[in-house]
């Protein structure tokens, strides 16, 4: 009996990190509460058939992750993925070193201190029970019939994230990361939809853009963070962005609706890759594909801009380990990568929360442009300044002086990068093209669209349109084939 009671109150524990990851979508008093419950409870009981160190070790294993999860979700409501704890550990962990008032919460607090009391109770309560494989068939059976009948309901032949935040947010995380390590273990499917959307030929140019002229030199700017309310925002009458918005008058603007998934390289990746659904794949391309698999079978456009005689350079003034993007981005044949590891081998540039700012980036761009000119040039550019927690340190010109929240610090750094970007196309050669896009947005409680545009210093283009983010990747396709097309 006593044991009996032991399993319910670790298993409550349960359900209330499970309320307090998902309070915005579930009650305490719920039948997603009472599932996760049941599963606890069938788990445990079959755990308190091993012994008492196997319980207590479990209890401290449990609550670590509880704390971390709690740490996560004081940022973000979607459930995370193995994936992207897999992929963005180095991110996570910095965040982690750069803001410790994450921990300092009641939430959090209170997990840490509940992890010494479960740790105790069990210590002392806890008795060995008699007949422990008939324990383990009692709570094994139900608990295993939870699991199946659970996972039956959302199995899928391939990953997506809309069923892995359903399965979480109703079955707890145990569910929903086993649903996606088991749904994620067909590579050979996955890169075969990767492949096949790669070797899809561009979609003609749509109206806007139906005239476009071969450039010499093509950026492809990926801004983090941006969502279009930022482009239009004023303050006090005066545009957050105003070069940006200088720019839009004669360029190809789009707003693209909301765009899911968040992960960044995503986006980069389908630009290179020429790929325009990527939900679910990302884990699958950069960390188990060796990009010697993958470009056997996918041509990167960069490759395609080197066959015609463009000079290849790759900027991102953060470190090459997250998503794994420094092999891929050797293996596209790049002449010129630009990672934190070369800058500051090579430069003394302070750097800001997230490696090396976005006008120190933009003024070596320009400089080795003109230390260097090459007939044709192809540039991809990754900012990182406007990362979350968007502190951009001493700049001139900010909205606001003395920012007193998030948003007012956002404005701070896209008015920050328009700055950069007045820069950079200002320096930037003549007969240049600029595409120009949003990795993903991040302030929740503003509208989720982001940011595309396309943009010549030699030719005006003059249109508005609403896309969606698969639209906006074959958009994009189209202007980077359509470009060598016409050069050649």
Request: glycine share 6%; charged share 20%; proline share 4%.
């Amino acid at each position: 009996m006593g044991n009996i009671v032991l399993n319910i109150f670790c298993s409550v524990e349960l359900v209330l990190a499970h309320f307090l990851f998902f309070q915005k979508s579930i009650g305490f008093w719920s039948i997603n509460s009472l599932i996760v419950f049941l599963q606890a409870f069938f788990f445990y009981g079959i755990l308190f058939s091993v012994g008492r160190k196997t319980v207590i070790s479990f209890a401290v294993l449990t609550n670590i992750i509880i704390v971390l999860l709690l740490v996560y979700h004081r940022v973000y409501q979607d459930p995370i993925t193995l994936t992207t704890i897999v992929l963005q550990h180095n991110e996570g962990i910095s965040y982690l070193r750069r803001a410790a008032d994450v921990f300092l919460s009641p939430y959090i607090l209170g997990a840490g201190f509940y992890l010494f009391v479960i740790s105790g109770t069990v210590f002392f309560f806890y008795r060995r029970p008699q007949r422990r494989w008939l324990q383990r068939i009692m709570f094994s059976v139900p608990f295993i019939l939870i699991m199946a009948l659970s996972y039956a309901n959302y199995h899928h032949e391939l990953f997506f994230k809309r069923h892995f935040q359903h399965i979480t947010e109703i079955f707890g995380y145990p569910q929903g990361w086993f649903y996606e390590t088991v749904t994620n273990s067909d590579i050979g499917g996955q890169i075969d939809y990767v492949v096949k959307m790669a070797n899809e030929k561009p979609l003609p140019l749509p109206a806007g853009l139906s005239g476009l002229q071969p450039h010499k030199h093509v950026f492809v700017i990926q801004l983090e963070s941006f969502q279009y309310f930022a482009f239009e925002k004023e303050v006090d009458g005066r545009k957050v962005m105003p070069f940006l918005n200088s720019l839009a008058e004669d360029a190809a603007l789009y707003r693209i609706l909301p765009k899911r998934p968040h992960p960044s390289a995503n986006s980069d990746f389908a630009v290179l890759g020429g790929i325009s659904d990527i939900t679910g794949f990302y884990y699958v391309l950069y960390q188990i594909v060796s990009p010697e698999q993958l470009y056997a079978q996918i041509t990167p456009v960069a490759w395609k801009y080197k066959q015609q005689g463009y000079h290849l350079a790759f900027y991102h003034g953060f470190v090459e380990t997250f998503y794994n993007r420094g092999p891929h981005i050797r293996a596209m044949k790049f002449d010129d990568i630009y990672f934190l590891a070369e800058l500051r081998k090579n430069y003394q540039y302070d750097e800001g929360e997230w490696g090396v700012n976005d006008m120190d980036m933009a003024k070596l761009i320009v400089e080795n442009q003109k230390k260097n000119p090459h007939d044709k040039s192809f540039t991809f550019f990754i900012t990182v300044s406007t990362h979350d927690p968007f502190d951009i340190g001493q700049t001139e010109n900010k909205i606001f002086e003395k920012p007193k929240n998030i948003l007012e610090r956002y404005y701070n750094g896209f008015n920050y990068v328009d700055n950069m970007l007045d820069y950079l196309i200002t320096n930037a050669p003549e007969d240049s093209l600029f595409i120009i896009y949003s990795d993903h947005p991040s302030i929740e409680d503003k509208a989720d669209e982001t940011f595309f545009m396309v943009y010549s210093n030699k030719q005006k283009f003059k249109s508005f349109e609403e896309a969606d983010f698969k639209q906006a990747m074959q958009v994009i396709k189209s202007v980077l084939h359509k470009n060598l097309e016409q050069g050649k």
